[in-house]
């Protein structure tokens, strides 16, 4: 039986003995806390040293190397250094590995756990392995190094400034290596804790050791935060509890049911190899770690764990008038010359963060956050300058909302038609984006199908088509292809408009395709057929320009308007009361008690279809690009569909350009449809 001594500079109210079996090997372990005396752990390693087969040595700080610079504490050298007779580790070596394991495993387990989170190093110069690992998820990462070795009140922002501090400490090491890894000026205490909280508070992730983080972090700066640490300690653990903290990522596995020190781990894989800790290298020892099926133990102090999401979705002005109710401009002052100078201004207007979202809760115990996020570009202005004026306004929000932490972002109304319809943003951005297509189509049909169902005009019989004529104008855009698509499997005939007959017969075979027995008719001349339409979606990009002409649609008609701006205005809607006209289909997203989020003038709970594929992605945890271009996919049609009903998403109520319609509102619109049908004749 082989024994290991571990002499640690932690408490020694945590002090263990026990044998146990590792790699067929016996062993016995002892742990010696000297709480913090360096003078007594140096005198009980040279005492012990004869006593034992293996000394570790723990809560010292590890030497490491960042890029082509290695650095040795001296506090640790002089430790090691007394033990001659006996291998001797810190640990330092197993820690590394079984950090990049850990990172690598939780965001496996996790669902890209780690994509795109503000990650905060204590020290990343001490953790390079891991700072190197976490960078293949995120870029938002900063370092203390400056701020808690010097004092300097700067946190670096990036590994190469990194990598460029770690050059100056190693030139100062070779000068003075005595100091170079103490302060190089008198630490302001308050100064340093007010840098490090701050930095704390803001990160979503936090990479230090238990003492560390409990040094400069608070409840204020810890609550909710995730810890990536190494041996946590029943003491430590009680204080992380009260902190609220959301998980603990102990790097040190639990595999003897009790809280072990790196050291002692790496000692006992030395014991039990026989093999010199110079000639075990490191390829060696994660082969070790992988064929025992190591995984770092993960630790809910409050005992719950809140999976958050984060989003982002970009919103701009539909109109000038929305800028004016935004801006609180009293209508005496905003004259069409006043209104017509601030929209051009406006339009050049850096993003901003309209308001941030909260309280967002799947079924499934995911949750998700964001931010809208508006450019200042009207529909019209828009169009008033080329693609890449939009372009450039969209990239500089994806960029906010990455380093907001944001993890998917959504382009909202206009902003997903202009150009190539989010093609080149998602190439540029440097996180995945969405237009929201697949369920803005999902989300209308929906609606249209409700909206049929509650006006009963129309007798459907179980197991066959609706005997019902459905009409989508803009057939051949993004949600308009898919609206058809749909249509086609539910309804006797489909008509296809749109400006190119070789555009929609091309779409029509495509749809005969899936669809054998579909009636399908293609038409660029759609007013003609407008009086015999049941059911109408418009779906074009015409900006505010005339599409229909709403006095030829039949009495009892269901018009689904998915376009922005509306194909159809609150002055031509208000000429029909015979016809039920909805704003596409809205979402009510599941919520934990209540959704936290400035008005969108929507009622509570409820978001734009294309805003709710952005919120099913994040709790998914799909952070990829889902739909962009003017071909939306079936398949991804069908896809957010049913992600959307294991989230929790649920059909509004069908809302007009008045708001949400009640029974009472769909029951008289139907009344009126009934009495006008006897005498109607197309307008």
Not at 130 to 144: C, L
Request: proline residues 5%.
């Amino acid at each position: 039986m082989k024994k290991i001594i571990s002499i640690s500079l932690g408490p020694s109210s945590q002090d263990y003995e026990f044998t146990t079996k590792f790699l067929d090997e016996e062993f016995t372990v002892q742990r010696i806390g000297t709480d913090g005396n360096e003078t007594e752990a140096w005198e009980q390693l040279q005492r012990l040293q004869s006593k034992c087969d293996i000394m570790g040595v723990g809560m010292v700080n590890d030497n490491y190397a960042v890029g082509d610079y290695r650095f040795e504490h001296p506090e640790t050298q002089r430790l090691t250094h007394v033990v001659t007779r006996v291998p001797v580790t810190t640990g330092a070596r197993i820690r590394r590995i079984l950090q990049c394991a850990a990172v690598r495993y939780v965001q496996k387990e996790l669902n890209h756990y780690f994509n795109n989170n503000k990650v905060l190093f204590l020290s990343g110069m001490e953790n390079y392995e891991m700072v190197m690992a976490m960078s293949e998820y995120t870029e938002n990462i900063r370092f203390a190094d400056p701020v808690i070795q010097t004092g300097v009140p700067k946190m670096l922002n990036s590994i190469t400034a990194l990598e460029m501090y770690a050059m100056g400490k190693h030139n100062l090491n070779r000068l003075n290596p005595m100091k170079s890894m103490t302060p190089d000026v008198p630490k302001i205490s308050k100064l340093v804790t007010s840098q490090v909280r701050s930095a704390m508070k803001e990160a979503h992730v936090i990479v230090g050791t238990c003492s560390e983080i409990l040094r400069y972090g608070n409840k204020e700066c810890l609550e909710g935060k995730t810890l990536i640490t190494s041996t946590v300690l029943d003491s430590f653990l009680e204080q992380f509890k009260a902190a609220e903290v959301n998980m603990i990522v102990d790097v040190t596995p639990d595999i003897f049911h009790r809280a072990i020190g790196v050291n002692v781990l790496e000692a006992m894989i030395l014991g039990a190899t026989g093999v010199d800790p110079e000639d075990l290298s490191n390829e060696d020892m994660s082969e070790i770690i992988k064929e025992l099926n190591i995984h770092p133990n993960l630790i809910h102090p409050t005992g719950k764990f809140r999976d958050i999401r984060r989003f982002a979705f970009v919103i701009h002005p539909l109109s000038a008038e929305y800028i004016r109710n935004v801006s609180h401009i009293p209508k005496k002052l905003a004259g069409p010359a006043v209104m017509k100078a601030l929209e051009k201004t406006v339009a050049y207007s850096p993003p901003f963060v309209y308001t941030e979202v909260k309280g967002i809760k799947s079924p499934t115990g995911a949750e998700a956050e964001g931010w809208l996020i508006t450019v200042g570009g009207t529909p019209k202005e828009m169009l008033a300058h080329s693609p890449e004026f939009t372009y450039k306004r969209l990239l500089a929000a994806a960029k906010m909302a990455e380093k907001m932490g944001a993890q998917i972002m959504g382009l909202g109304a206009f902003t997903k038609v202009v150009g190539d319809a989010g093609v080149t943003v998602a190439k540029r951005a440097s996180i995945p984006v969405t237009t929201g297509n697949s369920y803005s189509a999902s989300g209308a049909l929906w609606a249209a199908a409700d909206a049929m169902r509650r006006m009963k005009m129309v007798k459907a019989t179980k197991g066959k088509k609706i005997p019902a004529k459905t009409m989508v104008i803009g057939a051949t855009g993004a949600i308009g292809s898919v609206s058809a698509r749909l249509l086609a499997m539910a309804f006797e005939e489909v008509y296809l408009a749109g400006r190119n007959m070789k555009t929609l017969e091309k779409l029509k075979a495509s749809m005969l395709k899936d669809t054998p027995d579909a009636k399908i008719v293609c038409t660029i001349d759609y007013d003609n057929y407008l009086h015999d339409m049941d059911m109408i979606v418009t779906s074009t990009s015409g900006a505010g320009k005339k599409i229909l002409d709403i006095m030829r649609v039949k009495p009892g008609c269901v018009i689904t308007d998915v376009a922005r701006p509306l194909d159809l205005p609150p002055e031509e809607v208000a000429k029909r009361p015979d016809v039920l006209v909805i704003e596409s289909g809205e979402i009510e997203l599941p919520v934990d008690g209540k959704l936290h989020m400035r008005d969108i003038k929507l009622p509570p709970n409820v978001v734009f279809a294309c805003m709710a594929e952005t919120i099913v992605l994040a709790l998914e945890g799909r952070f990829e690009v889902f739909t962009i271009g003017r071909n939306t996919e079936w398949e991804k049609v069908k896809e957010i569909y049913k992600m959307g009903l294991k989230h929790g998403m649920k059909l509004a109520a069908i809302s007009g350009v008045n708001g949400a319609y009640t029974d009472e509102d769909i029951e008289r619109v139907r009344t009126l449809a009934l009495e006008n049908r006897k005498n109607w004749k197309p307008g």
